[in-house]
Each structure stands twice: as structure tokens, then as C-alpha cells.
């Protein structure tokens, strides 16, 4: 059964359209990967579906809900983690989550069981005391995966979140958010620019190309489809269908993004 349904999504800022006409679902527990150059509609289309910024035109649903008429409902089932650093440093990370527990009214009773239970889940129980601003880039992130889990969202959306991490860490939080499909069996919406990553954690991918869907379908599937020998690579599926050259759009500010980004979790 599709948790996310999306019927010619449109977006457009004055004459430029962001996002043209996407049509997709995904079924409740895939995780769904989200392909793309820079400027191509990903983070605009996470945007739209986590009620930020309103569609131009079409529809979308998120666990049966509009995104437009039923914004309020869409942000108590879904949890976001954007580029951008959304943890604390000031706080310790129990304070952190905490503050995530209170802001999705968590009843008070079961906050410090459910904070303290997360943070052994993630592997900051010894570090639950300490300022954010002490963790690694790693361990940012998985709190940050923590903060918008701790209400157990029906459906959770990751904007590229292992940008600006060592293979260390990222190879961390690939392990968690593997964990997250496996235990809790949780829809995942996630955008990346590393195949091995899409490929590692994805059921399903979709490869966008100025605005608009390319292609979809799994990784396999996707190589087959330009003619894989078994040695075809999803980086050469993707740069079949988004082409060799560099997008045109969006360069500047998602460069300033990922470098502010990296510059935090480093």
C-alpha cells in the first residue's frame, strides 16, 4: 500500500519551474531514493512534501494525508532531517531530544524513558550528558535521525544526510538509517548524490532531471533498462539519463549549503 502519492507535483518560482509534473508513490516500509544534479527539484519536492513550501499546482498525499488541506496531520506522521545542521550545540544531547519529545507532545511520563532509550538506540548513551558541540560529525547526525524519529513517524525524509561526513561516519549513519528500515520497518524518503549509497540502502530510486522523473525503479532494474552486462554501475545509469554535463541551475546556493553543512559536522 503507497504511504506517499504525488500527482503531477508542480512547483515554480516566478519563470523558473523547480519541480514539473512529478508523479510517484512509495509503499509503506521502502526506502525510496531520490537522484539528482544539483538544481534538479530534490530538495523543492522534500520541501513541498514536509508542508515548507506550498505546491504551484498537483496534489501529494503523506500517510493519507494532502499536504495543502491537511498540513497540520502531515507534520504530526512524518519526520525531516534537512542539510542543514538542526541539532543544538549548546545542548547535551538528552536536552536535545527532549526538546523534540516535548515539541511532538510525547506524554511527560514517558519522556525520559523514551529519550533515554533513544540514545541507547543510537549509540550516544555514554555521551547523553555532554554538549552537542563535543560530538563528531557522525554522532550529529544520528542524533539529528534521532530527534525526528523520537515520535515514530509513519514516514521519514533525509535531504542528503551524510553531506559533509568522513566514510567513517557516513558509513554510521548508513548503518542506522539500514537499521531504522530493518527494525522499525519505517518508510524512508532520502536524497543523496552517492550511488553506492543509493544502491546500499534504497529499494527503489528515482532519477530527476531539470524538474522532472527520468526514470524510476530499482537499482538493478534501472541498469538493465540502458543495457547492463552485470558490470553496468549506477553512476552510469545516472549519468546516462541526466547527461555528462553540469546542471545549470541551483549551483551556487546548494554549494553554499553543502560547505556550510560540511564546515558544522567536520
Known amino acids: 500500500m503507497a504511504t506517499l502519492i504525488t500527482q503531477a507535483l508542480t512547483k515554480r518560482f516566478g519563470a523558473l519551474t523547480a519541480v514539473d509534473a512529478v508523479t510517484l508513490s512509495v509503499e509503506a516500509g521502502e526506502v525510496f531514493g531520490l537522484l539528482g544534479r544539483n538544481g534538479a527539484g530534490k530538495t523543492t519536492i522534500i520541501k513541498m512534501l514536509t508542508t515548507l513550501i506550498k505546491p504551484t499546482s498537483g496534489t501529494a498525499t503523506v500517510a493519507g494525508c494532502d499536504i495543502v488541506r491537511q498540513a497540520r496531520q502531515v507534520r504530526g506522521v512524518i519526520g525531516y532531517v534537512p542539510q542543514a545542521l538542526s541539532a543544538d550545540g549548546e545542548l547535551t544531547g538528552y536536552e536535545n531530544l527532549l526538546v523534540f519529545a516535548r515539541l511532538y507532545d510525547i506524554p511527560r511520563h514517558e519522556q525520559d524513558a523514551r529519550v533515554r532509550d533513544m540514545l541507547a538506540s543510537i549509540g550516544l548513551k555514554d555521551a547523553a550528558d555532554r ?3 563535543s ?4 554522532m550529529i547526525r544520528r542524533l539529528e535521525i534521532a530527534q525526528s524519529t523520537i515520535h515514530q513517524p509513519e514516514v521519514l525524509f533525509l535531504d542528503e544526510p551524510t553531506v559533509g561526513l568522513d ?3 557516513r558509513d554510521e549513519v548508513l548503518a542506522h538509517i539500514e537499521r531504522l528500515a530493518r527494525d522499525d520497518r519505517s518508510t524512508i524518503f532520502i536524497t543523496t548524490h552517492y550511488m553506492e549509497e543509493a544502491e546500499r540502502l534504497c529499494n ?5 532531471h531539470q524538474g522532472r522523473i527520468a526514470a524510476i525503479g530499482t537499482p538493478q532494474a534501472l ?3 540502458i543495457g547492463g552486462n552485470g558490470r553496468t554501475t549506477l553512476d552510469e545509469v545516472f549519468i546516462y539519463y541526466t ?3 553540469p546542471e545549470s541551475r541551483g549551483g551556487y546556493d546548494d554549494t ?3 560547505r556550510r553543512t560540511a564546515q558544522r559536522l567536520g
Do not use: D, E, F, H
Request: proline share 4%; charged share 15%.
Open 204 to 208: 527503489r530510486v528515482a532519477i530527476m
Open 243 to 245: 547527461g555528462s554535463s
Open 131 to 133: 554538549l552537542v558541540r
Open 223 to 225: 541498469k538493465m533498462a
Open 135 to 138: 560530538y563528531s560529525g557522525g
Open 167 to 169: 566514510p567513517v561516519a
Open 256 to 258: 553554499a549549503t553543502k
